[in-house]
């Protein structure tokens, strides 16, 4: 058999949602039809072959970022090709097309690394989907993610940014854990960067050539996520007309990375625990075990201890989750990095929207930095978005910031916690639903907790035995609250009140 020559399989992909390509390899003139038709309509160039030296030739003029391969092929087997591809570049997905739905030549496929399978005739809402999921993964396995303290792996890589004592913190264990094969449990709002986080443990690990897979667990039904996860049998439930691999058996010798794992149900959970301590479970409907190598990464923007003390989260997966816990500080607690922030979000979304917006006002950015940011990063980029779009000159101004930023000036001074918050808890619900906020509920919980916490250690004198019973929770789930928020139990009430100095720790620095 020919072989693929060399080729830059591993390209940038930062800047090339314009420039996707696609490479469609099957002898049916209707499946190339259709897929041409479909991925070009959402912005993708698409090349199509019908047997193996067209498709080498296209391959080899235009690099494809995502293949969909024909099993059978009249001039070769499509297995065949899969496996030179992936010697190659272990990265590149690959999407078979089957005749036979849940063929076991597809199935074994995905297990040996393929992307995915989809059977004939082609499912128009079907193709699109998995073709965007196969870029995104593309995408997150393939664009690293650089630290400010290890040397840049690419010129155009994802990078964490922050010089603050806290960010410098999280670099520091992302560097201890990356190369260690150990569970991590990424903690931090809505918005702080958790995925990255995720993404720059892979990529610095010595898993980094192996897949990388993302799911978000609160983004689907418990049956929906269980079968995304650990896959299901024909005929298991309604709808499963095929059998499917689940993402922990197409994730063997890689990573997978679990956001929000907060909101999985206590029956997912009962399976994620086997996993973790075994390396084994079953698909949805099947009796065989399975046996994976595969390393969990997992984040949530939750109080895994109080779902543990209301029952809803089990005591021994998040010990078994708990591998090393890298907690991301929120916004607000690194005002200082904002002036960085703000700089990288000009330059990327004042390129991308054409405009020439080199600088930010001082005045601006004093608005900026007296913001509470509940939305943290993610929030701060669509604002300087938005303002972006706003400006007519080469400086960003005060009036090119939204209103909802500029008439919420809340600097919130967390050494101070039983002052921070003015506002009503109403008000700020008010507030959030105008800033289209996706993630009210923690928000707010945390807003409440932020004034009730101080509240309750303010009456018990700063003893925290007290104050725990008094709220209901464990006192082991305060001190994970006051650690999560930040909040100096020093600071509210002073030693010498009576507080037992064991009772009352300094932690401050929010790292306990």
């Known amino acids: ?47 199509v072959a019908a047997n193996e030296s ?37 990265k590149l997905p690959v999407i078979f097309i089957t005749a036979h739905g849940g063929s076991d030549a597809a199935i074994e496929a995905v297990k040996g690394g393929a992307y995915d399978y989809l059977h ?25 993610v650089d630290l400010p303290t290890l040397p840049s792996s690419a010129p155009q890589a994802d990078v964490l940014l922050g010089r603050s004592p806290k960010m410098l913190e999280v670099y520091k264990s992302i560097g201890r854990v990356a190369d260690q094969d150990v569970t991590v449990l990424i903690l931090g709002e809505s918005g702080t960067g958790k995925e990255l986080v995720a993404r ?57 990375f679990l956001d929000e794992i907060g909101d999985t149900s206590l029956a997912v959970q009962v399976k994620l625990l086997r996993v973790l301590q075994q390396q084994q479970f079953e698909r949805i409907g099947g009796n065989s075990t399975i046996t994976v190598d595969t390393r969990v990464i997992a984040a949530t923007n ?20 708990n591998g090393f816990t890298i907690r991301i500080p929120p916004l607000r607690e690194r005002l200082e990095d904002i002036p960085l922030l703000v700089e990288n979000a000009v330059a990327r979304y004042s390129d991308a929207m054409r405009k020439q917006v080199y600088s930010v006002s001082p005045q601006a950015m004093e608005l900026l930095q007296s913001y509470s940011w509940p939305g943290n990063v993610r929030e701060l980029q669509s604002v300087v978005r938005q303002a972006i779009l706003q400006t007519q000159g080469p400086v960003l101004l005060p009036e090119n910031i939204p209103d909802a930023v500029v008439n919420t000036p809340v600097k919130q001074h967390l050494d101070a916690p039983s002052t921070a918050v003015v506002d009503s808890l109403a008000h700020y619900v008010q507030e959030r639903l105008k800033a289209s906020s996706t993630d009210l509920f923690a928000e707010t919980v945390e807003r409440m907790e932020r004034t009730l916490l101080p509240a309750v250690l303010e009456h018990t004198h ?7 019973k008094i709220l209901g929770i464990t006192r082991g789930s305060l001190r994970t609250k006051l650690r999560a928020l930040g909040i100096s139990v020093s600071q509210i009430v002073q030693t010498d009140h009576g507080a037992d100095e064991l009772d009352a720790p300094h932690f401050g620095n929010g790292h306990g």
Request: glycine share 6%; charged share 30%; with cysteine.
């Open 54 to 90: 067209t498709m080498r030739a296209e391959f080899l003029e235009n690099p494809p970022d995502v293949v969909l391969l024909d099993l059978l092929l009249p001039d070769c087997n499509g297995l065949d090709l899969f496996r030179e591809l992936q010697e190659r570049d272990a």
């Open 302 to 321: 939750r109080d895994l201890d109080a779902l543990v003390t209301t029952r809803h989260f089990r005591e021994d997966l998040l010990y078994r989750l």
């Open 120 to 144: 004939k005739p082609l499912d128009v809402e079907t193709l699109g989907k998995v073709v965007e999921s196969a870029w995104e993964i593309r995408r997150l396995m393939t664009t690293p």
């Open 462 to 468: 700063g003893n925290q035995s007290t104050a725990a």
């Open 200 to 256: 720059a443990i892979y990529h610095h690990s010595r898993r980094s050539k192996g897949p990388f897979l993302a799911v978000n667990c609160g983004a689907l039904h418990e049956t929906l996520l269980e079968s995304e996860l650990f896959g299901h049998e024909k005929g298991s439930f309604t709808g499963a007309d095929q059998r499917r691999i689940g993402k922990f058996e197409h994730c063997t010798n890689g990573t997978i």
């Open 1 to 47: 058999m020919m072989t693929i020559e060399e080729t830059d399989l591993t390209s940038d992909l930062s800047g090339r949602r314009a420039m996707r390509r696609a490479l469609v390899v099957d002898d049916d003139r209707a499946v190339q039809h259709l897929a041409r038709h479909v991925l070009e309509a959402n912005g993708w160039k698409v090349s």
